[in-house]
């Protein structure tokens, strides 16, 4: 079975390993777009992928994503019973080495029959990724890295924010922690570093 995938931004050959094993050819059709914007502010440049793809099934990866063993199962094995049409896939922030637990995610459309991409939907001013027929969601998450240290991250941060002050941040600290439900240490330390700059919450790059 054949598989093209559209890749937004620049995305490691390394980050889609696990699906090399288990489809027998692997394209990566690369969109020159800033990989966190919707995909609905590049609607013509999707298409045109769309209509580039040699495979039926296509596969969404953001830049920073990675596919891991068991995604990569779920997704041959969704392919090969087409019970569904699209697939919605979770993206799973990664902090520190660690799952990030900021917000709900339902997933977006990442995965699909190329056959049945709606293109026209909404008289082609789509919002998302539409397909003709059922779509179900998958258990297993894509893994998207954020920082890979909180080092990263505050260096990030400090080049491209004012800091708060003590009193700020520990106020902003406590509205995200109790908003979020955080209870791990991994992402209360995000939220903490987050916290200390003036930008809104956010859990990617």
């Known amino acids: 079975m054949r598989l093209s995938i559209i890749a937004l931004g620049h995305v ?15 394209e990566q059709l690369v969109l020159d777009i800033p990989p966190r914007d ?3 502010k590049h609607r013509a440049e999707f298409n045109r992928a769309v209509d580039a793809a040699s495979a039926d099934w ?7 994503e ?6 990569a199962q779920e997704l041959f094995d969704a392919a090969s019973a087409a019970k569904a049409r699209g ?3 979770r993206a799973l922030p990664i902090y520190a080495g660690k799952p990030l637990h900021v917000g709900a995610d339902d997933g977006e459309v990442r995965f699909f029959h ?7 939907a909404n008289k082609g001013q789509w919002d998302e ?3 003709q027929g059922s779509v179900v969601r998958l258990a297993h998450p894509l893994r998207s890295v954020t920082f890979a240290t909180a080092d990263e991250h505050r260096a990030h941060l400090a080049e491209r ?7 700020r941040r520990t106020l902003l600290f406590l509205r995200y922690a109790l908003g979020t439900r955080a209870h791990d240490a991994n992402t209360l330390r995000y939220l903490w570093i987050e916290a200390a700059f003036d930008v809104p919450l956010r859990v990617t790059q």
């Open 87 to 89: 697939f919605r896939i």
């Open 38 to 40: 919707a995909l609905s």
């Open 66 to 71: 990675t596919v891991d063993d068991a995604l």
């Open 114 to 120: 190329r056959r049945n991409y709606l293109r026209h």
């Open 12 to 26: 490691h050959a390394e980050e889609l390993q696990a699906l090399t094993t288990r489809f027998e050819h692997v």
């Open 58 to 64: 296509i596969l969404i990866v953001r830049e920073r």
């Open 161 to 167: 924010a004012a800091p708060h002050s003590a009193l």
């Open 129 to 131: 990724v539409t397909v």
